[in-house]
């Protein structure tokens, strides 16, 4: 066309295609291609439309951005340009292509084609772009989540009503002894929650089948609405107490008129009902072992009906709403060795001793309360005379109250009746702690148990209480079952006596040693090393009015231990002689008397037990030692 300057592009010629002949548009190939200067269209940003109508051309931009640079919006139409500002001459020699009828081009020099600039505010349209996706694309992701969200809420609660449905069609209010309602689960229950567990005078005459003397099954009669009746136990299966292993639940009910817990085994459990109803039978006159009232079964449970109880020793310690006025720890700890003590001398091990096995019973007509051992699923009857039992039927007992010696592999030596003593112990220290156990916490516990890494952080204070407590549980958790006290002598330990009891046993102590020799075994034992126990110097630790009392009527020696004791025992016996000064500081007989002086000296007491141990078979030491075999070891 006239007046164009066509640029010179390279590329083979084709045979019959390419045309040269005159009249014709004749393109010379030429490596000298040549741009204005500034120019930032390309080649293949522009289309050339050569035909017979005169030319035309329309901006294509090759992309966005190129597209901004020519001037063409998004949505805008095609701009046609002129002819003259598309295609230009390959060269000054070279004759313009023009259609026909066209005058020649004009010789006069023209501009250089426009460049246009590259817009400032494309990046920015970029960036908005970008953040724009973004949001919207989290918000309907957010859409998608909370729509999932109200599903899985909808069929949740779909399922829980086909879940009551289901319950209520399986828990009927009329059950035949052919008929046992399903397994009511609620959640929060816990074997722990079994607080309600029981205790009776003896056991009630049972039905006898008259063909072979079996325990008849009687059908459920319906007492109530939602009461279930078997033989003369009765009780609701909604009002679960708790629930234990094995599918053992436990409920309220009722027996002979009086609420009991009723304990519901299952039918995989029917080998150990009867083991575990002839040991309730057998320690159920203790008044710190649960009673047991009665066995009932039908066609699929067996049920045994034990006294209602108000809470577990765990709520007893964990529970800040509890009331403890009519039983105080040493109290319970006290009962629960009691209980203990009972079932070894029957040759019966617990062997599943832990808090929620201790139960607080309901408060009698005096309003008091005491603690019972309850849960004799994994109890062991030692036969014969023996005094241990194999692990043949597995390792008894729950993780973290088990002595080491049951899961040693492989054991040294079968395990015994020691084996209730160290959960004792663990007990014990989580009464006095107030929830505490001495191997740590539920991860590490039974690894320290098996390391013998125990720690009565509670303990370490310098006081008489604690420096008590911590020998007494040190000595029941000791990693050798030999080396734990026996539960009588766990009973006769310092720890349990009263301040009464212990002024006693100075008194005797102080009588028993004055005519010893110096030189004896006995004052021996009592004055080695005494200078801890008497603080170096006891005189020196003890108020004004008091030396100067003491003073009148003979010399005491400040570095002995048995002149202490004597300065108790003449105190006491002449209180009431003393001047007002010195009863003031001295505080009422026997409480006050005695913190007085232990509190001055905390090792005192400890510390004169042992020395006397020597004396334990002496008929004035029975109170304070436990009497058998050795019994200056005991």
């Known amino acids: 066309p006239q007046g164009i300057t066509l640029a010179r592009i390279d590329g083979p010629t084709t045979e019959e295609v390419t045309m040269r002949e005159s009249g014709e548009c004749e393109i010379t190939p030429s490596t000298d291609v040549k741009y204005p200067q500034g120019s930032v269209a390309a080649l293949r940003s522009q289309w050339l439309l050569i035909g017979a109508d005169p030319p035309r051309a329309r901006a294509c931009p090759a992309s966005p951005l190129l597209g901004a640079a020519l001037g063409v919006g998004r949505g805008s139409a095609a701009i046609p340009l002129p002819a003259s500002q598309f295609l230009a001459p390959s060269s000054p020699e070279e004759p313009a292509v023009r259609s026909e009828g066209q005058p020649p081009p004009d010789p006069a020099p023209r501009e250089p084609p426009e460049v246009y600039p590259y817009p400032e505010d494309s990046t920015w349209e970029l960036v908005m772009g970008g953040v724009g996706t973004a949001l919207l694309g989290g ?99 909604k009002d679960v107490l708790g629930h234990g292993a094995g599918g053992t639940f436990v409920f309220r009910g009722q027996f002979d008129g009086r609420n009991v817990a009723v304990k519901r085994l299952l039918p995989e459990c029917f080998r150990l009902v009867d083991r575990e109803v002839q040991l309730l039978r057998e320690s159920d006159e203790h008044p710190h072992v649960v009673r047991y009232f009665c066995t009932e079964k039908d066609k699929q449970f067996h049920y045994i009906a034990i006294e209602l109880c108000s809470a577990t020793l765990q709520e007893y310690v964990e529970s800040p709403s509890f009331d403890r006025r009519s039983l105080d720890a040493v109290s319970v700890l006290r009962q629960t060795m009691s209980g203990l003590a009972h079932l070894h001398s029957l040759s019966i091990v617990h062997r599943d001793l832990k808090p929620c096995n201790i139960l607080i019973s309901l408060p009698n007509r005096h309003g008091q309360i005491r603690a019972v051992i309850s849960d004799f699923g994994l109890c062991k009857k030692l036969q014969g005379g023996r005094q241990s039992f194999s692990l043949r039927s597995g390792i008894p007992g729950t993780e973290g109250w088990i002595a080491p010696e049951m899961l040693q592999e492989p054991p040294k030596e079968n395990p015994t009746s020691a ?207 436990c009497p058998g075999p050795g019994g200056d070891n005991q």
């Open 139 to 237: 918000g309907v992701l957010i859409l998608l989540l909370v729509r999932l969200q109200r599903q899985h809420a909808e069929q949740l609660e779909q399922r829980i009503q086909l879940l009551q449905q289901q319950r209520e069609m399986l828990l009927p209010g009329r059950v035949s002894g052919d008929r046992v309602p399903a397994e009511p689960v609620e959640p929060g229950l816990s074997r722990g929650r079994a607080s309600q567990l029981a205790q009776s005078s003896s056991p009630s005459t049972r039905p006898k089948d008259p063909g072979n003397g079996t325990v008849s099954a009687d059908p459920a009669v319906p007492a109530e609405p939602d009461m279930i009746v078997v033989g003369k136990v009765s009780f609701n299966p």
């Open 419 to 625: 084996v209730d003593i160290f959960s004792a112990g663990c007990i014990f220290y989580y009464v006095v702690s107030g929830g505490q156990h001495p191997f740590g916490d539920s991860l590490r516990r039974q690894a320290n148990i098996l390391a013998g890494s125990s720690q009565l952080s509670c303990l370490q204070e310098e006081a008489h209480d604690k420096l008590v407590a911590r020998e007494l549980i040190a000595a029941m958790i000791s990693p050798e079952p030999q080396r734990r006290p026996s539960a009588p002598r766990v009973l006769v330990h310092p720890f349990f006596w009263s301040q009464e009891k212990q002024l006693q046993f100075f008194q005797d102590v102080s009588d028993r040693v004055e005519k010893e020799p110096a030189e004896g075994p006995i004052v021996s034992a009592l004055e080695a090393g005494g200078r801890a126990v008497v603080r170096t110097n006891w005189r020196m630790h003890i108020s004004l009015p008091l030396q100067t009392d003491l003073r009148k009527f003979r010399t005491y020696k400040g570095g002995s231990v048995r002149d202490l004791l004597r300065a108790m025992r003449n105190k006491k016996h002449h209180y009431h002689e003393l001047p007002a000064e010195v009863r003031a500081a001295l505080g009422p007989v026997p409480e006050g008397f005695v913190q007085y002086f232990t509190s001055r000296f905390p090792r005192l007491l400890l510390h004169t037990h042992g020395a006397l141990r020597r004396c334990a078979h002496e008929r004035l030491f029975h109170p304070y030692y």
